[in-house]
Every structure is written in C-alpha cells, then in structure tokens.
C-alpha cells in the first residue's frame, strides 16, 4: 500500500491530497460567485465531464452554460459544509454539501431567491501532480424559491460583492487606510 492510499487516513500525503483537493473545491465555488471562468477552468482537468442536472457536457460546455446562466442573477453565493474526501492512489471520492444561494432583483429591488441544498460529488484525479475534478455530478436534496419584495439596493452603503475586476478580492491587497 502506497502511503496515499487507504490505511488510517492520517498520513501527511493523504492529509496534504486532501487539503490540495479542498482547495480545488474551494477554488470553484469563488470562481462561480466571482463569474471567474478562469478559475473555474482551473479547477477540472481538460477532459472532465461535468452533470448539474440541467446541464451535462464537458468543462468548455459547462463554463459557457453557466456563464450565461449566472448572468440573469444578480448575485449567486456558494456555501460548502461537510467535505468528505476519500483518497484512493491517484483517484480520489469527494462529496461536498453545499447551499447555493441565488438572487434575482430588479432596479426596485423585487425579484426572487432561489435556494438549493446540493451535493457535489466528485471524481478527483492527480495528473501531473495536480488534483482535479476528473468527473462531478451535482445532487439536488432540496429546493426553495422565496419572493424578494424592496430589497436594499446594491452599493448603497458599504462594500458589496461584485462579479467582475472591481470586487474587493482583487485590490484588498493594495488596499490602504484614508489618512487622517
């Protein structure tokens, strides 16, 4: 048995494997919530195969259907649970409970949520020293639509999440306190 595999599970090549898909995962959901397309291509293996229920192709089709569908949502948020990651040589079982959260609003701030608990469930592979999803399929456990009536406008106070190059993740780094 090679020390990835499954022994006690507690060996530090399993626990960095683990960690390096976690990452992956964690990655992907950024990249969704940010309209990142290069980042969510990061995180699959050219030749993936990608099921989300509605959708089911290969990684170009699935960046190019869910690029046109979280475009009609003003903002979409992605919350991983439990993660369970199961090593097996190169090949690894993750499933990943996650909540995502989607929110339509027009200038009125009406619209609606649409709220998913989901299962993402994973294939991972270590190619070339890298994992990443080799094949995934998304289980829908439950779903919830709720009307969204006057809704605080975007922008008015504070910083809000953005889905371009203006969003706070990509200037926190450079940021500076005004000068007093």
């Not at 009406?110 to 070339?128: L, S």
């Not at 106070?157 to 306190?177: E, F, H, K, P, S």
Request: glycine share 8%; proline share 2%; charged share 30%.
């Amino acid at each position: 048995m090679s020390p990835i595999e499954h022994d006690d599970g507690a060996t530090l090549a399993a626990l960095v494997a683990r960690q390096q898909i976690a990452d992956v995962i964690y990655r992907y959901a950024r990249g969704i919530d940010r309209m990142d397309f290069d980042l969510v291509r990061s995180c699959y293996h050219p030749d993936a195969y990608d099921d989300h229920g509605a959708f089911a192709g290969d990684v170009e089709q699935f960046i190019a259907a869910a690029a046109s569908f979280l475009e009609r949502w003003t903002a979409t948020q992605h919350f991983m649970g439990n993660m369970l990651i199961e090593i097996d040589g190169e090949r690894a079982r993750a499933e990943t409970y996650a909540v995502a959260y989607h929110r339509r609003e027009d200038a009125d701030g009406n619209g609606k949520d649409d709220i998913m608990g989901i299962r993402y469930v994973d294939r991972f592979e270590r190619r070339a020293g890298d994992w990443k999803i080799a094949h995934r399929v998304v289980a829908t456990e439950w779903r919830r639509v709720d009307p969204v009536s006057g809704a605080r406008h975007r922008g008015e106070v504070g910083v809000w999440g953005r889905r371009d190059g203006d969003d706070v993740l990509n200037w926190i780094m450079d940021a500076q306190a005004p000068a007093r």
